[in-house]
């Protein structure tokens, strides 16, 4: 069995703010819950750790897929001023597909997001980068002839 994609999870300061950026994509909220003790803190390697957990699911998509936001209660978060750096070993950008590239960039404009940069054609694709939730860099791709299959 190939790999699929699953999820994406984001560290945010602002829950409600990063849940309606991604509502405005498209996705809807499918669980919002605390999580906390032992097994968690085990798991994520972070001593008594503690934070809201909210897991938004794409309507529509062809398979499942999530986007997860953590913002921490315990430890402190800790603000990265680095994270939008496109410079820098790491995370870089998570990419979208949407339908109608200028139609979403209204939409998530009129809701208060910012771009990074202007639409460009690259690679059969329309492309623009956002100013995501917790300063993530989010990318936007509109395909201008269906991609081949492989």
């Given at each position: 069995?190939?790999?699929?994609?699953?999820?994406?999870?984001?560290?945010?300061?602002?829950?409600?703010?990063?849940?309606?950026?991604?509502?405005?994509?498209?996705f809807?909220?499918?669980?919002?819950?605390?999580?906390?003790?032992?097994?968690?803190?085990?798991?994520?390697?972070?001593?008594?750790?503690?934070a809201d957990?909210?897991?938004?699911?794409?309507?529509?998509?062809d398979?499942?897929?999530?986007?997860?936001?953590?913002?921490?209660?315990?430890?402190?978060?800790?603000?990265?001023?680095?994270?939008?750096?496109?410079?820098?070993?790491?995370?870089?950008?998570?990419?979208?597909?949407?339908?109608?590239?200028?139609?979403?960039?209204?939409?998530?404009?009129?809701?208060?997001?910012?771009?990074?940069?202007?639409?460009?054609?690259?690679?059969?694709?329309?492309?623009?980068?956002?100013?995501?939730?917790?300063?993530?860099?989010?990318?936007?791709?509109q395909?201008?002839?269906?991609?081949?299959?492989?």
């Amino acid at each position: 069995m190939r790999p699929g994609f699953d999820h994406v999870t984001i560290v945010v300061t602002d829950l409600d703010e990063a849940s309606r950026f991604f509502e405005l994509l498209g996705f809807e909220e499918t669980h919002n819950v605390v999580v906390s003790g032992d097994q968690m803190s085990k798991y994520m390697g972070i001593a008594d750790w503690e934070a809201d957990h909210v897991t938004l699911a794409l309507n529509g998509a062809d398979s499942h897929q999530e986007v997860q936001l953590l913002r921490f209660h315990n430890p402190p978060v800790q603000v990265d001023a680095e994270t939008g750096n496109l410079a820098r070993t790491g995370f870089n950008h998570v990419c979208f597909r949407v339908d109608d590239i200028d139609a979403m960039i209204d939409k998530l404009q009129a809701g208060g997001t910012g771009l990074r940069n202007e639409v460009m054609t690259f690679h059969d694709r329309k492309l623009v980068f956002l100013r995501g939730p917790g300063g993530v860099t989010i990318e936007l791709a509109q395909w201008l002839a269906e991609p081949a299959a492989g």
